[in-house]
C-alpha cells in the first residue's frame, strides 16, 4: 500500500473484508506496557497537550477543554491514548468527570454511564482486555469524523483551508505550512505528520517512520527532555508477539501480520460500552 492509494482503497467497498481485518493487526509496540504509568499528573497534560501531542491528540484535547464533553470517537480516540501515555485508571476517571461535570453531565450520570467504560478500556471491565491506543493507520482508515466530532487525523479528515488555520494558530511558518499542504495533497497524511513534527521541534529529519500518535509522543517527550536527537526506528524482532487486540499500525513501505479476529470484537464491545451523546 502506498499513502497516495489510501483513499481509493478506502473507498473500494469490495476490499472493505480486508481492511476490517487489517485493522485487527499490528506491526510495532502497542504501548499496553506502560513503564512509566503514573508518572503523568493531569497538571501536565495542558502543558503536553501543546508541546507532545500529535495534532489529531491536540485538537481532541483543546475540543474536550473547550466545550467539556466529546463524543463516542473522540473518547475512544483520546482515552486510550491518554492511557497509552502513562494515565492511571484513577487519574483517567478523574480527568474525564472533572470535565464532564463542567459541561452538561452530572456526577451521577457519569458515574452511571461514563465511569463504566472508562474501566472497561482499562481492562477492569466485561472481558479484563488490556486494550491498547488506535494506531495512525487505524485512525486514518476508519470511523471517519461527522459533524460535531472531533476525533480522525487532521491532515486526512480536515478542509485544506481549515487545516491552514489550524496550523497557523499552532505557529507554522508559511513555508512549513505549505509542506504540509503539499503532502496532504498528495494524500500523504503520515508524513505530513512527520513534518510537523520537524517544525514544531525545530530539527531537520525526524530519523523514524511515524506511525503511531503514542510514538509521536514518546520520540517528542524524549527530544524535549534529552535535548538528544529522535531515536532511529528499531526492528520489530523484539515486538514479535503482540496482543490480540492491538491495531494496525504501518508505514507506507510495512507489510501487515496476521492477527487473531477475535481482537476487533473484543474492541467492537469496548466501543458499544461509550454512550453515544
Known amino acids: 500500500l502506498t499513502a497516495r492509494s489510501l483513499p481509493s482503497i478506502q473507498s473500494d467497498e469490495r476490499l472493505q473484508p480486508l481492511l476490517n481485518h487489517l485493522s485487527h493487526s499490528y506491526v510495532g509496540p502497542d504501548y499496553s506496557v506502560q513503564k512509566n504509568t503514573g508518572?503523568?499528573?493531569?497538571?501536565q497534560i495542558d502543558a503536553l497537550s501543546v508541546k507532545s501531542f500529535p495534532p489529531c491528540m491536540r485538537q481532541l484535547h483543546r475540543a474536550l477543554r473547550d466545550s467539556h464533553h466529546l463524543r463516542h470517537g473522540g473518547r475512544m480516540q483520546y482515552g486510550l491514548f491518554l492511557k497509552g501515555i502513562g494515565l492511571t485508571l484513577e487519574q483517567?476517571?478523574?480527568?474525564?468527570?472533572?470535565?464532564f461535570i463542567r459541561g452538561k453531565v452530572d456526577?451521577?450520570?457519569?458515574d452511571k454511564g461514563y465511569a463504566y467504560s472508562i474501566r472497561h478500556s482499562y481492562g477492569k471491565e466485561g472481558r479484563r482486555t488490556d486494550y491498547t491506543p488506535y494506531s495512525c493507520m487505524k485512525i486514518i482508515m476508519s470511523n471517519p469524523p461527522s459533524q460535531g466530532d472531533y476525533h480522525g487525523c487532521p491532515f486526512r479528515h480536515s478542509d485544506p483551508e481549515l487545516l491552514k488555520q489550524k496550523l497557523q494558530s499552532y505557529k507554522i511558518p508559511p513555508s512549513g505550512i505549505t509542506q504540509i499542504l503539499e503532502l496532504v495533497k498528495g494524500m500523504h497524511f503520515q508524513l505530513a505528520c512527520q513534518k510537523y513534527f520537524e517544525l514544531t521541534h525545530d530539527i531537520d529529519d525526524i530519523g523514524f517512520s511515524l506511525n503511531h500518535p503514542n510514538q509521536y509522543f514518546t520520540e517528542s517527550q524524549r527530544l524535549l527532555s534529552g535535548g538528544r536527537e529522535?531515536?532511529?526506528?528499531l526492528s520489530n524482532s523484539g515486538n514479535s508477539q503482540q496482543?490480540?487486540?492491538?491495531?494496525?499500525s504501518m508505514n507506507s513501505n510495512s507489510t501487515p501480520t496476521t492477527s487473531n479476529t477475535t481482537a476487533g470484537t473484543e474492541?467492537?464491545?469496548?466501543?458499544?460500552?461509550?454512550?453515544?451523546?
Open 39 to 43: 508518572k503523568i499528573s493531569l497538571e
Open 92 to 99: 483517567a476517571l478523574e480527568f474525564w468527570k472533572k470535565e
Open 107 to 110: 456526577a451521577d450520570k457519569f
Open 230 to 233: 529522535p531515536k532511529k526506528e
Open 243 to 248: 496482543k490480540n487486540n492491538s491495531q494496525e
Open 267 to 277: 474492541l467492537e464491545e469496548l466501543e458499544a460500552y461509550f454512550t453515544e451523546d
